[in-house]
Every structure is written in C-alpha cells, then in structure tokens.
C-alpha cells in the first residue's frame, strides 16, 4: 500500500539528497574502506538539494532545525557536514561510517564513535576528550 523504503533498490530519486561518497580510486587498493558504497536518500531540504546532513550550512536555513528533528540516522554519516555545533544534534553510537565528514570544531566528547570508519573525517579541533575511539579507523584523517 505504502511506499516502502527498505525496497529501495540503489537507484537514486531526483528528490533525493543522492550524495555519494567519493568514488576517486584513491582507496581501490583497501576494498574494505569502501565496501559500503552508497548514496544518500534523505529528503533534501526544502531550501537544499542535500538532506539536513550534507547541505552547506551556509546555503540552507533549515539544516539545524532538521537535524535537532531528525530521527535515527540509520548508520552512515558519509561526508556529513558537521562542524561546530552541528554535531550536538547528532546521536554518533549508531554510526559506523563518518568517511569524509566534516567534524571541526564539532563538540564529540564521551561520544562512541568505536568502531566508526572515520577515513579522511575532517576532525580538526574537535573535542574527543572520552570519545570511545577503540577499534575507529583514523586513517587519513586530518590532525586532531
Ligand atoms: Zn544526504
């Protein structure tokens, strides 16, 4: 009767956020980094054409408020633009994939982020003091 989301067969809607992460080749040589391949199909922003988690906050109005009202995220925040006080909004305990994700400045004390892929996350200046980070892959992220 309804629309079901979990059918959803990896094409991606118009209407949809569709960010994907990078696909540059850069990380072919380590599959296991980019096993989860995957576009985004959160409903962009009234005002966006990126869900609440991938539009530029400087191009929206709306992306904190969805965020502050936005359910469980499931568990990819690929190149989720978080920085500041975006983060707080975001339960991370979920969350197993932060690959690319815009993290500075972002206040992530006491969150679990183990066993998150934090590839290439920007995470300068992020407060990660009690952060649970065991087993979290830092690789090629930017110096904290
Ligand atoms: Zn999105």
Do not use: W
């Not at 975001?90 to 183990?114: M, N, Q, W």
Request: hydrophobic share 35%; aromatic share 6%; proline share 6%.
């Amino acid at each position: 009767m309804t629309e079901s989301p979990e059918e959803f067969d990896g094409k991606v809607p118009e209407e949809r956020c569709g960010y994907t992460f990078p696909e540059d080749s850069v990380f072919e040589d380590d599959p296991g980094s980019v096993s989860q391949q995957g576009s985004c199909i959160r409903d962009p922003l009234s005002d966006s054409d990126r869900c609440a988690f991938h539009a530029n906050p400087a191009e929206t109005e709306h992306k904190l408020h969805q965020l502050r009202n936005t359910g469980p995220v499931g568990d990819s925040l690929d190149g989720a633009i978080l920085q500041h006080h975006f983060a707080d909004s975001v339960e991370f305990a979920d969350i197993s994939l932060l690959r690319d994700a815009a993290l500075y400045h972002a206040d992530l004390s006491g969150a679990d982020l183990s066993d998150a892929n934090l590839l290439r996350a920007h995470l300068s200046y992020a407060n990660l003091s009690e952060a649970e980070l065991s087993d979290a892959d830092l690789s090629g992220g930017s110096p904290v």
